[in-house]
């Protein structure tokens, strides 16, 4: 598979029959030198068959659900065998919308990170309502930034762009559980430059996200523990990105 550009846009979706043609739409109006995939993680709807009708992009299909980590992972290893010097996530419910993503890629394009990070929190701009959810994020960033000496305000954010250093890194490993905040202790383990630039993020075209209310303390506990396990592996082996 021969690379047309040198950015990578992957687009991780899960029954997002609703959403995935205006997400790839547009991109493809706002983002100029990037190849699309989509990633379907088993989905039950026609999201795969929608996607392919938008034209012009790539899309793999799972043949069941592996979870977020899982088919991110998927489009990572896309980008290893393509080449791609940037690959970029973005959600395939079309609550990050396209005009940020170039905003991330000149960021790797300068050198001024490996990893950036598209936050909704910089400078004021938290758009977070719900009290247990903002509670939960803020607690989770406090303990990230601890843990990697460096502050991080949006520790969930899925919008983000990775050099193809870390493309590499990822394609070999990628955390399955929490694949956003792991990822970050991760990475800064590994010695990664991870820089935050502000973004504006938008409502979810479709559904609505796994973390409630009642799901928001939860979460926080479950990450917790598999961060603090992260601490103690072993740094992942930097796999030569030639």
């Known amino acids: 598979m021969a690379a047309k550009n040198d950015v990578l846009i992957i687009v991780p979706a899960y029954n997002e029959a609703q959403s995935i043609a205006y997400v790839l739409t547009e991109l493809q109006k706002k983002v100029s030198g990037a190849d699309i995939v989509v990633i379907d993680d088993g989905s039950t709807d026609n999201t795969s068959s929608i996607a ?33 010097s940037i690959a970029v996530q973005v959600d395939g419910d079309g609550q990050h919308p396209a005009g ?6 000149a960021a790797i394009r300068r050198n001024e990170a490996d990893v950036v990070i598209g936050s909704r929190y910089l400078v004021g701009n938290d758009e977070e309502k719900d009290f247990f959810r903002r509670l939960a994020k803020n607690l989770l960033s406090i303990a990230i930034s601890f843990f990697i000496k460096q502050r991080i305000t949006d520790s969930s954010s899925g919008l983000r762009a990775v050099n193809k250093k870390v493309i590499y890194s990822l394609a070999h490993s990628y955390p399955r559980d929490y694949p956003e905040p792991e990822s970050i202790v991760l990475l800064a383990r590994e010695g990664f430059r991870i820089k935050e630039v502000p973004v504006r993020m938008q409502e979810r075209f479709a559904g609505k996200s796994s973390i409630n209310r009642l799901k928001g303390i939860y979460y926080l506990v479950k990450v917790m523990l598999c961060i603090f396990v992260d601490m103690f592996k072993d740094p992942l082996q930097l796999v030569d990105a030639g």
Not at 58 to 74: D, E, S
Not at 100 to 105: F, Y
Request: aromatic share 10%; glycine share 18%; net charge positive.
């Open 52 to 84: 392919r009708a938008v034209g012009g992009v790539q899309v793999i299909v799972l043949p069941y659900n592996l979870g977020i980590g899982g088919a991110v992972q998927t489009g990572y290893k896309f980008a290893k065998e393509g080449d791609y």
């Open 100 to 105: 940020q993503v170039e905003k991330l890629v």
